[in-house]
C-alpha cells in the first residue's frame, strides 16, 4: 500500500506552493495525495496562477469536497503520513488552533493531531498580529509544525521557481519524503572561513 499524504489548500496567497508541492509528489509516484481545496483557494490559484480547480486535482490521487466531513480523511482509522496546509490562512491556523471543524481541512488536521501524526501548516501572513502567534503557539503545543516559506539565501537561489522548489523540497523533508529538490548544505567553503 501506498503512503497516504493530505494536502489541504486555503485562500492564502501561495497557491504556487501546493501545486508545485502536489506535481513534486506525483513524480515521485509512492505516494497517493489526499486533495481538499477550499473555495478560496479555487479563486487565489485562478489570481496568482490562472490555475482552476481541475488543474489542481489533475495532479492529485484522491480528491475531496472540502463540505464532505465524512470523507476517509476525517477519520482517525484513515492511516496516512499526516498532513500539509498548503498555503494555510490565518482563518484556517485559528480554526486549526481551537478545534473548530467546519470544513474537512480543519476536521482533517483536528484528527492528524489527535491521532498524534505529523501536520505541517505553511503560514502566508506579514506582519503576524497577537492572535496569529498564538495560534501558532498552540498548533505548535499540539504538536503541529508552523513552517513560513521562508526563502533560503543560502543555498543561491536564482529564481522564484527555485525558491518554490526549495521550500517544497523542506515541506517533504519533514514528512521524511525522499527527494532531490534540494541542494543540502555542506557547511561554509574554506574560503569564507577565513
Known sequence: MK????????????????????????????????????????????????????????????????????????SGSFITQGMVIVPCSMKTLASVAHGYSDNLISRAADVILKQRRKLVLVTRETPLNLAHIRNMEAVTLMGGIIFPPVPAFYAELTSLDDMVTHTVGRVLDLFDIRHDLVNRWRGLSETLKE
Do not use: C, W
Not at 489541504?8 to 513534486?24: F, H, M, N, S
Not at 479563486?43 to 472540502?66: G, I, K, S
Open 3 to 74: 503512503k497516504r499524504l493530505i494536502v489541504g489548500i486555503t485562500g492564502a496567497t501561495g497557491a504556487v506552493y501546493a501545486y508545485e508541492l502536489l506535481r513534486q509528489v506525483r513524480a515521485l509516484g509512492d505516494i497517493e495525495t489526499h486533495l481538499v481545496m477550499s473555495s478560496a483557494a479555487v479563486l487565489t490559484a485562478r489570481q496568482e496562477l490562472r490555475r482552476e480547480r481541475p488543474d489542481f486535482e489533475a495532479v492529485a490521487d484522491v480528491v475531496h469536497n472540502v463540505k464532505d466531513i465524512g470523507a476517509s480523511i476525517a
